[in-house]
Nanobody, 126 residues
């Protein structure tokens, strides 16, 4: 069965960096779309970034473009989110998600994916 386990969250000062990891099991990562989503307290879930299954194209929310980078290591069945120049408004629970269908990245960032991890908390504060 599909399982996703996030790690790497924590407390970081504004301007700092964190790298989130998502260990996947129960499926082969290179055949699935995979992405990161976040939900801040009192706010709706937001699509942050994803990688398509068909050609590995990457997609980013406007709010994180130029600061966050998504990547995957198929050999380790792991996806990463490198977050630089962090801002207080990046504070949220970050979720890894995956989907076996071949939809566009913009679709996934808007509507979400089929399978979800439990999340890891990122707090950006001085």
């Amino acid at each position: 069965q599909v399982q996703l386990v996030e790690s790497g969250g924590g407390l970081v000062q504004p301007g700092g960096s964190l790298r989130l990891s998502c260990a996947a099991s129960g499926f082969t990562l290179d055949y699935y779309a995979i992405g990161w989503f976040r939900q801040a307290p009192g706010k709706e879930r937001e699509g942050v970034s994803c990688i398509s299954s068909s050609d590995g194209s990457t997609y980013y929310a406007d709010s994180v473009k130029g600061r966050f980078t998504i990547s995957r290591d198929n050999a380790k069945n792991t996806v990463y989110l490198q977050m630089n120049s962090l801002k207080p408004e990046d504070t949220a629970v970050y979720y890894c998600a995956t989907d076996p269908r071949d939809y566009s990245g913009s679709y996934y960032l808007t509507y979400g994916m089929d399978y979800w991890g439990k999340g890891t908390l990122v707090t950006v504060s001085s």
